[in-house]
């Protein structure tokens, strides 16, 4: 159990008068990678019906290719973004995923083939990976203490802004030229949605990441890689405007502390050094486990979940956009508890909920059981994911590793990350098929259940620490 204090008394009167609003403007811009994460993601997930009938996709390889290809852009993006970040720093990457998102949306709606298709999700998939690694870190090191699970989690709120933005865009595309209940595929490709409908909903991306490229030019570098990198003026200047010269003296003092006899380059082996090696297995744990739960299938597989529970297809599209205005709500709750209850309650409560939850919503499937319960049950178990394991997790892997070695370490997390929401994605339709809704939710009850047993031992406490205060009590 960690006894020491949270902070020292100096460094909460340095915190004391941070320039607020200079600190939320530069995370708020940061945080667009998240909302273009979450619109990338998830705008396939209602275009799947107009893109399957252009391209005359039929088997269940090219279906399943066209869905998890942007998966494994996702985990070159995390891949790369650790190495060059700690080369070239968080804002030029940043700026980079900036460019991807741009290039590919446009790029996407303008595929003449399934090929092209496929090469230009992996290029969005690629901005994903480098935005859902960069974004979070380069607010944790521009944060102070004291606000730090608050503005992290902005980039969980912005993740869902972008999630409920592609189902609206995607509901409002759409329902421009209504196809009939029950169409054909020549129908749906000879339609004006198959044709040019579903170009647009990929397109559209372009608009915000353009705005986040031009933001980029505006915020400056994190002031720890730049104290990491040789730049301490530099550095102390940015902390200076972020919290006042109390701050930046407290601030500069605590970093270059942490970073004595260190290289400026990390070796990826240097992570497996003892001192460091938990760490980088919990990260890896909260990374993997928040998509081994289960909860995204319901954003990935939405219609089939709904489907399994009775619902017509005019009413699934509603409920999918109940799910993102129900995931955006929980979301703002978690962006004033974190900072209050802490990461470590959150995270159990949320296990313990969607092990409860999971287990009843298996039975409903199992007793086949329609209608609004199981919408109910569906959106509380969003509800309970979006205050708890969807933003805690993104704190956590941001605020867990050292100073020198974070870009390292925070790049093996996200991409273990992508390779479990990669397995989730391509496991869900064979557990579906073989063991039924009720049998795969079960599965992930189980998950949820082992979560909250591994983290009620071995999850730390990080609220309101600065990040060389933590990795004091948990590296040192």
Known sequence: MITAPETSPAASRAEAGFNAGYVWAISIVAAMGGLLFGYDWIVISGTDLFYEAHFHLTSSLEIGWAKSSALLGCLIGALISGALSDQFGRKRLLALSALLFAVSSVATGLAGSFAVFVLWRIAGGAAIGLASNLSPMYIAEVAPARTRGRLVSLNQLTIVVGILLAQFVNWRIGSLHPLPDQPTADQIAASWSGQTGWRWMFGVTAAPSFLFLIGMFLVPESPRWLAKNGKPERARAILAKIGGSDYAGAAMADIQATLVNEVQKVNFRDLLQPKLKRMLFLGIALAVLQQWCGINVIFYYAKDVFKDSGFKVADILINIVFIGSVNLLATLVALRTVDRWGRRPLMLFGYAG???????????????????????????????????????????????????????????????????????????????????????FWIYAGICLFGFLLFRAKLPETKGKTLELIERELVD
């Open 354 to 440: 969607l092990t409860v939850l999971f287990i009843i919503l298996g039975l409903c499937f199992a007793l086949n059981m329609h209608g609004v319960l199981m919408l109910v049950l569906v959106l509380a178990a969003i509800a309970c994911y979006a205050m708890s394991l969807a933003p805690i997790t993104w704190v956590l892997i941001a605020e867990i590793f050292p100073n020198r070695i974070r870009g390292a370490a925070m790049s093996v997390a996200v991409t273990s990350l992508w390779i479990a929401c990669f397995v989730l994605t391509e496991t869900f339709p064979f557990l579906r098929e073989h063991l039924g809704a009720a049998g795969t």
